[in-house]
């Protein structure tokens, strides 16, 4: 089982939609969350680091789900901007090692 | 932006020569990281460094070496590069070793074709 696991998509939305996407990971010791995009042919960037308590930057909102190990990404009107692939990247023994999802590709539509 | 430079950004080579990318940082980040990132896989720890002539391996260290001599750079070597190490690899850095929430930042990335 990989450490990280998210749907790959593509979700396809119109402008102005709201998409939401998971991420489970398999350790349930981890420590740290984050969610990073990273646009074709680019490098990854973090979008935003999740707490325990969730949390919300903009249009972006991201939750924590301890019980049953997952992450969730929210983003609510939706730009084109948007468009991008998503990984989840969780840190499994709270040392130097992260832990990377293979990624969500949102597709954002005029 | 993190001042993280890769170099080169492209390169073309054949199977059985060695090549060199280099990592350059203007951060003063004490950890270094080196990633592949393939097609359908997350991105792959090959080796990292947490300071000074300090390296360790990562999940897919085998046909790669690293070096570290100066903390703004950071050397990963394939000694005799195979077609399937053909792949886009990133560096990445960090303030302390990614614990207590630091995240990584990356590098532009350096596509590597092996022929």
């Known amino acids: 089982r990989k450490e990280v696991e998210q749907d790959p998509g593509p979700f396809n939305v119109p402008e102005g939609a709201t998409v939401a996407f998971n991420c489970t990971y398999s350790?349930?010791?981890?420590?740290?969350f984050f969610w990073y995009r990273q646009d074709c042919r680019k490098e990854p960037k973090l979008l935003m680091s999740?707490?325990?308590s969730g949390n919300e930057d903009g249009r972006f909102t991201a939750q924590l789900n301890r019980a049953s190990q997952y992450i969730s990404l929210l983003i609510r009107d939706s730009k084109l901007s948007d468009s991008a692939t998503y990984l989840c990247?969780?840190?499994?023994?709270?040392?130097?090692?992260?832990?990377f999802g293979a990624g969500t590709t949102v597709t954002v539509r005029a | 932006d993190a001042g993280i430079t890769q170099s080169p950004r492209h390169k073309v080579t054949e199977t059985g020569t060695p090549v060199t990318l280099r990592c350059h940082q203007t951060?003063?980040?004490?950890?270094m990281y080196w990633y592949r990132q393939d097609p359908g896989h997350g991105l792959r720890l090959i080796h990292y460094?947490?300071?000074?002539?300090?390296?360790d391996k990562g999940e897919v260290s085998d046909g790669y070496s690293v070096s570290r001599s100066k903390t703004e750079d950071f050397l990963l070597t394939l000694e005799s590069a195979t077609s399937s190490q053909t792949s886009v690899y990133f560096c990445?850095?960090?303030?302390?070793?990614?614990?207590?929430?630091?995240?990584?930042?990356f590098g532009d990335g350096t596509r590597l074709s092996i022929l």
């Open positions: 350790n349930s010791a981890s420590q740290s």
């Open positions: 999740v707490y325990s």
């Open positions: 990445a850095i960090s303030e302390v070793g990614t614990g207590g929430n630091q995240p990584q930042h």
């Open positions: 951060e003063n980040h004490r950890y």
């Open positions: 460094s947490y300071g000074v002539k300090d390296t």
């Open positions: 990247v969780v840190n499994p023994t709270n040392d130097y090692k992260l832990s």
